[in-house]
């Protein structure tokens, strides 16, 4: 590309969307968002788990099936390209709705940040190695009981509520709504 300002531009690009790629996919539960993210050959450490892309996916996919919601809010990037690499650090909260068993369900929500090493291979920018920093964490105790609504309003229907599995946005993204 002849000018390197536009060839950033496009790379920063790339970058951010595979960082929301994989938050979709970690969400949702889609092994094929989370691919599309990950080089097959990428290490993850978040600390309470390290491993391979494979170990992880198997980690991820279903996830534990006590975490029954979660949402990652992505904040700024900082990027710094370095030829067919970059380094980059993306703030992150990630909620996560925890079933401890015996109905009792907790919200809990965490704060930090992904350091991510990218590696373009053939065009295509993905996660070589990611490393979670976490810099706060709070429990918000007992969850919202969804099933009488928002704010003493009943749910017209029961997909309003988010899940892990068998989430609207799925049929939503997939035409079926």
């Known amino acids: 590309m002849a000018d390197p300002r536009l060839a950033a531009l496009l790379d920063r690009d790339a970058i951010r969307s595979a960082v929301v790629r994989l938050a979709r996919g970690e969400d949702r539960r889609d092994a094929a968002l989370i691919e599309s993210a990950y080089w097959p050959d990428s290490i993850t450490d978040f ?17 534990a099936a006590a975490i029954t919601n979660t949402q990652h ?28 068993g015996g109905g009792d369900e907790h919200d809990t929500c965490m704060g930090g940040r992904y350091l991510d090493r990218f590696e373009r291979r053939d065009g295509d920018w993905r996660i070589a190695a990611r490393t979670m920093l976490y810099d706060w964490s709070q429990d918000w105790g ?9 704010m003493g309003m009943p749910f017209s229907a029961p997909h309003f509520s988010g899940r892990a599995h068998g989430d609207w946005s799925q049929q939503f993204f997939a035409g079926e709504a």
Do not use: M, N
């Open 142 to 150: 007992a969850a919202v009981d969804w099933s009488g609504g928002l």
């Open 47 to 63: 600390g309470v788990f390290r491993g391979t892309f494979a170990e992880y996916l198997a980690w991820v996919v279903p996830g």
């Open 73 to 100: 809010v992505l904040g700024q990037s900082h990027i710094e390209l370095a030829g067919d690499t970059a380094r980059v650090e993306t703030q992150v909260i990630s909620y996560h709705r925890v079933d401890y």
